[in-house]
Nanobody, 127 residues
Framework: QVQLVESGGGSVQAGGSLRLPCAAS????????MGWFRQAPGKEREGVAA????????YYADSVKGRFTISQDNAKNTLYLQMNSLKPEDTAMYYC????????????????????WGQGTQVTVSS
């Protein structure tokens, strides 16, 4: 059974940084795409960043481009989200997800293309 476990969340001041790891296990076949999503109270879940695991291509939401970096360590079966220059509007529960085909572009940030989800880790940014 596929299991995704996020960690690394916490409270930081605006301008600070956090790195979120997502440990993956239980795959029969490695997913072609993995992504990070977030959901703030009262808002819909939104895609933040995605990566094509077999080629390294990445895609970011405009709101985080230039500040967040998604990466993977295949030896450790771990996905990362490095978040720099954090803003109060980045406050949300962050989820790791794994999916099937890599569509690229904005399609890679659509939650419906992801089959497996972690439980989430809370990120709170204060001004």
């Amino acid at each position: 059974q596929v299991q995704l476990v996020e960690s690394g969340g916490g409270s930081v001041q605006a301008g600070g940084s956090l790195r979120l790891p997502c440990a993956a296990s239980g795959y029969t076949y490695s997913p072609n795409s993995m992504g990070w999503f977030r959901q703030a109270p009262g808002k819909e879940r939104e895609g933040v960043a995605a990566i094509y695991t077999n080629g390294g291509s990445t895609y970011y939401a405009d709101s985080v481009k230039g500040r967040f970096t998604i990466s993977q360590d295949n030896a450790k079966n771990t996905l990362y989200l490095q978040m720099n220059s954090l803003k109060p509007e980045d406050t949300a529960m962050y989820y790791c997800a794994a999916g099937g085909p890599w569509y690229g572009g904005t399609w890679s940030l659509k939650s419906r293309f992801y089959n497996y989800w972690g439980q989430g880790t809370q990120v709170t940014v204060s001004s």
